[in-house]
């Protein structure tokens, strides 16, 4: 009896001290909404609606892939998922419309009245443990579903050489569709060049994570990318810049009967094959084709298109704002046929509904300074500078109408009257792209301030050399609808890298992830479901699967920040800070490694000491530092105190 009773309360208190892992066990018996992360899932941009279920699936070779024989998009996507795990898994898996019901398959299909994922790019997928179903009104929902699929692997299936892992799938039941229809990334492509299958590269990298538009920014000052049959100079002058190597903006200019031979160009054949390869992957190429300033690269090719006239290289990231006419001239007709015969073959490789105009930071002072332009704008009645901008931009959107195309440029073409049907793509903070949805227009945001891939993600001191800054919480944090605009009016966001200082694919990746996962779920994923806090749980798998993609990405996320101000005594403060939560800073002025035994920041400013060489300082996770040392010295703190 005594034992018995013994062993009862022993069971009871068992009970009791474990009641709370018993309420997770629970929990997993009555599977729901909040435990996802208890079963490792790790998806973004996060969807819409996800339920756990009961064990789990796990692919092996024997596993087919089912999709409908006469329909060729999807084939298609079950050919391109069977070449993604190819590499990892080792696997050759089958394909065919129809498989026994005892056969583990992965059943894609069609169906245009599936309900609970909005319209054309939702799906359901639904893992148990003998199949894996995945449905959507069209193809495209198909392709996000099949990521989401990749995602829910491990992530060895990343890698390019055979894993010896299992291949589980958790049970699992999901709908989603995204909250915007444009989710847009841009690459600049003149400042510096990419290669085709760079570009290829980037594509696959945006699939990955929802981005459905593949914003091209094709010509600038620096170069003309884009083979133009009517006007060959353009890329056998414009295209080509002499070589630099150091900052960008402090190059020297070019030398005269110095060679130039850095760039490059797409041609047409190359155009059409990049297009093709990002419909496939559900990715609309935006042309971009930047007028009437940034266009020094054309004028290079063809003097005649700037009033100036003069005859100048292509600019290799030396200064010449102001300096250099970089301007097309809006007075001259020849200036609208040279751009009519450009349009045409545009619209003519990119099927886009959309062509984009630029139409930013025209300087007016060489308009101003032409007696041509002058005697035109009194002609015509053109009252400003602002307003000739934009009459040339309604007769650039007049060219695009007469070849099918829409209007879409960056907010400056609000200045002097918005052309009738334009969309306005708002840079400078999302100013733009309230009055433009006030005036009906429909708009894309992409603020500097919370979408310029090019900026600073990290400390200055750490990071390679660019300008401003744009941390990943901030980029995270951001609703691309403001409270004051009609929200159908917002078709979407877009992150945008530009290439000054950015010369290499490698690079590029660097600036663009994990800025880009956190932007594709501000793009996609209801505001209801996005959540600092979770996002930055599924960080550190989705840098694993970075890494075994080959993927370049940047950890500034875990380093340190140090803000430095000065006090009305004239004493010097510095805050540090990181993105990621829950970290403990530590930090020295004695001029050794930090480690967890230094001093712990405690969110206060600590006066900095008179005297001191250099401030260190580094994260902690757990006894383990997690960052890289922040070392900055001290006329660099003081520096940074002026500022
Ligand atoms: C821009 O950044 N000039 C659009």
Redesign the pocket.
Known sequence: MNQHKGLRNNFISFIMKNLFLFSFFIMGLFPGENIAQIRDISIIPEPVHIVNGKGEFILDKQTVIIAPLDDTALNQLAHMFVQWLAPATGFDLKIKSEARSSEKQVRLALNGSLRDVKDGEGYALEVTTRSITLTARHAGGIFYGLQTLRQLLPSAVEKKMVQSASWIIPAVRITDYPRFGWRGLLLDVSRHFFSKAFVKTYIDQMARYKYNVLHWHLTDDQGWRIEIKAFPKLTEVGAWRVPRMGQWWTYDQPRKDEEATDGGFYTQEDIKEIVAYARERNIAVLPEIDVPG?SLAAIAAYPYLSATGYIYPVNPGSKFYNILDNTLNPADERVYEFLDKVFEEVAALFPNEYIHI?G??CTKTFWRKSAEVQAFMQQKGIKNENELQSYFIKRVETILKKKGKKLIG?DEILEGGLAPEATV?S?RGMTGGIEAAKQGHKVVMTP?QKA?LDLYQGDPALEPDTYSMLRLKTSYQWNPVPDSVNPSLVLGGQG?L?TESVPTGRHAEYMTWPRGLALAEVFWSPEAKQNWTHFQQKLEPHFNRLEAAEINYSRAAFDILADVKRDEKNKLFVSLSTDIDDLKIYYTFNNTNPDSFSNEYNGQPVEIPEGIYQLRAVAFKNNIAVGKILIINREDLEKRAKK
């Open positions: 940034h630029g930013d930071e960056w793509m840079w500097a310029y945008n530009w």
